[in-house]
């Protein structure tokens, strides 16, 4: 079977005033298309393709979300076995666990394209995490947009401290995650033993990366070779390049799945897809990463988290914990980057463990 991952369900241009930055996207866009159902169905056919998976738009309202689970879950019954869809939510809402059971109801598989940046939330909200944290107990998937960091500006491109993703697997391991864009880079540095066992739930798809990274050979190979077993094909249909017709869902199915290496070929175009929606949770090793009881080597967010109490004592020595403060940096580092050597250590820790 062959699965698309990643598309969008956009019969005709949306019309939501109160979402500027969609608005933003859609406009004039020339490279947005849009398929209705018996449009999309023919696409498939013709592409080869078996299923696709409709990712929810990342709207700022939570009305919004709802509004559109509910024309996504009407479209669906047009076609059961051939379409599926994620659920849009604003997971800083207050009741936005309800709104994931009621898209649940209606028989949508997941949460997604969440988008911190563009949807105004961080990964590190109360709400967010509650949200996140019965996804990951209820075995439900979540799909987060994520663009590389670095290169042009073109619409759509959002500020990524990857960081905050790999923070999010780490906190939640039994979460089944997807990065959307081939996880703007991120599953590269599973190179690194300690941070492919933190990513060890979580997979990328290929959604419009023929955008960014022209050469699909060149990055199957690389990924074949750091993550084998964690790629997930997408597509973003109907958005297509400049100038391409609608039929740019077969040229894209077919490159790609030229590019793939042989031995891969079945998993990255459908099975790992399959698995990660319908199965259980990969067999998990380990505990999120929480270190108890407090020590220099405990991270100095899980300190502003868990004992708030003591962020007094860092700002004795000119610690304070941010938005930006990484999830790896402990109350060593943090002293460290203040100014701080060995001398104070244990003055420090005397007095947080008071």
């Keep these: 079977m062959i699965i698309d991952i990643h598309q969008h369900y956009l019969p005709r241009l949306p019309s939501y005033p109160d979402e500027v930055r969609q608005a933003w996207l859609y406009q004039g866009s020339r490279i947005q298309g849009y398929r209705d ?15 696709i998976i409709w990712q929810g738009e990342y709207f700022r309202h939570a009305e919004n979300c709802v509004a559109r689970n509910r024309v996504v879950a009407a ?18 809402h207050p009741d936005a666990i309800e709104q994931i059971k009621r898209a649940r109801g209606a028989g949508l598989l997941g949460v997604g394209e969440l988008n911190p940046a563009a949807q105004g939330f961080s990964l590190r909200d109360a709400a967010v995490l509650r949200a996140l944290a019965f996804c990951a107990d209820e075995g439900i998937p979540v799909l987060f947009h994520v663009n590389e ?7 759509g491109k959002v500020r990524t401290p990857l960081v905050a993703f790999y923070e999010c ?9 997807i990065l959307a864009h081939w996880g703007g880079g991120l599953w590269w540095y599973e190179q690194i ?31 074949s070779m750091v993550v084998p077993d964690k790629i997930v094909f997408g597509s973003d249909y109907p958005l297509h390049p400049v100038g391409k017709p609608e039929q740019w869902l077969s040229q894209w199915k077919a490159t790609f799945a030229e590019a793939c290496p042989t031995h891969l070929r079945a998993a990255w175009m459908g099975q790992n ?40 004592i860092l700002a004795r020595w000119n610690i304070a914990v941010t938005e930006e403060t990484p999830w790896w940096q402990t109350i060593t580092h943090a002293l460290s980057e203040s100014g ?11 007095l947080l463990q008071n």
């Design 37 to 51: 159902v018996p449009a999309l169905i023919a696409d498939m056919d013709a592409a080869g393709i078996d299923q």
């Design 75 to 92: 479209a669906l019954a047009q076609y059961p076995n051939r379409l599926q869809a994620f659920a849009s939510i604003q997971p800083a």
């Design 149 to 155: 960091p670095v290169g042009p500006a073109y619409l």
């Design 169 to 177: 697997a780490a906190r939640f391991p039994e979460l089944k995650i």
């Design 193 to 223: 033993p300690a941070v492919k066992s933190a990513l060890r739930n979580v997979w990328y798809d290929t959604a419009a990366s023929f955008f960014t990274y022209p050469d699909t050979a060149l990055m199957a190979h690389m990924a």
């Design 273 to 312: 897809a399959h698995h990660l929606i319908h199965q259980p949770t990969r067999q998990l090793r380990g505990s999120p990463v929480h270190i108890a009881p407090l020590s220099m080597a405990t991270p100095v967010v899980v300190v502003a988290e868990q004992w708030p109490e003591k962020l007094n």
């Design 340 to 350: 701080h050597g060995p001398e104070v250590h244990d003055q420090v820790l005397q």
